[in-house]
């Protein structure tokens, strides 16, 4: 199985701030990586896939990159709402596999 | 406008079976790929399977080898309302069961239910 590791694991930031979360996956996955954020007792919300690539309605101060292993989820002003765990996840190979998830605190 | 509602929370014991259903509207499950995911209590994400439409002659649906032999997805066309049937349930099965899907395999998961939470308990 691929394994996808995040980091860092968790995170302090202001309101504001610029936000960069990594994702590393165990081989090569081409860019068939989504991101997702979720807040507690929530859904998961799709903000990203294929690595790069916005879903309909996500804002643009959310952005990815990366091809093959090594990836990023960049928050360019961090804003109130934003505050959350967001995951990664590979769909290139089954089983599909998720990062532990990276969780964005108010500091 | 884009939905997927689940069925209600359920209590079961252990040995049980549990299905758990996902109506989807918006798209028809001919356009889709439905996911399905669970989260335990404060972990992260497992996936679980999903229907690829680029596997055999018709599209099949892909199990999670830890489910094989207990979790079976099935779609109702005619009311646009996907099932996931898990069995032989353990408490480790505790979990909050999440429907997803994908409007091509290159987008992955786009939208999402609200979640099911099911509990094993004796």
């Known amino acids: 199985d691929i394994q996808m590791t995040q980091s860092p694991s968790s995170l302090s930031a202001s309101v504001g701030d610029r936000v960069t979360i990594t994702c590393r996956a165990s081989q090569g996955i081409r860019n068939y990586l989504a991101w997702f954020q979720q807040k507690p007792g929530k859904a998961p919300k799709s903000l990203i896939y294929a690595a790069s690539s916005l879903h309909s309605g996500v804002p643009s101060r959310f952005s990815g990159s990366g091809s093959g292993t090594d990836f990023t989820l960049t928050i360019s002003s961090l804003q109130p709402e934003d505050f959350a765990i967001y995951y990664c996840q590979q769909y290139n190979t089954y089983p599909r596999t998720f990062g532990q998830g990276t969780k964005v605190e108010i500091k | 406008q884009v939905q997927l509602v689940q069925s209600g929370a359920e209590v079961k014991k252990p040995g049980a079976s549990v299905k758990v259903s996902c109506r989807i509207s918006g798209y028809t499950l001919s356009e889709i790929s439905m996911y399905w995911v669970r989260q335990a209590p404060g972990k992260g994400f497992e996936w679980m399977g999903n229907?690829?439409?680029?596997?055999?002659?018709?599209?099949?649906?892909i199990y999670a080898q830890k489910f094989q032999g207990r979790i079976t997805m099935i779609e109702d066309t005619s009311t646009d309302t996907a099932y996931m049937e898990l069995s032989s349930l353990r408490s480790e099965d505790t979990a909050v069961y999440y429907c997803g899907f994908a409007i091509n395999m290159l987008q992955g998961v786009g939208y999402w239910g609200q979640g099911t939470l099911v509990t094993v308990s004796s």
């Open positions: 229907f690829d439409p680029e596997e055999g002659e018709d599209g099949e649906a």
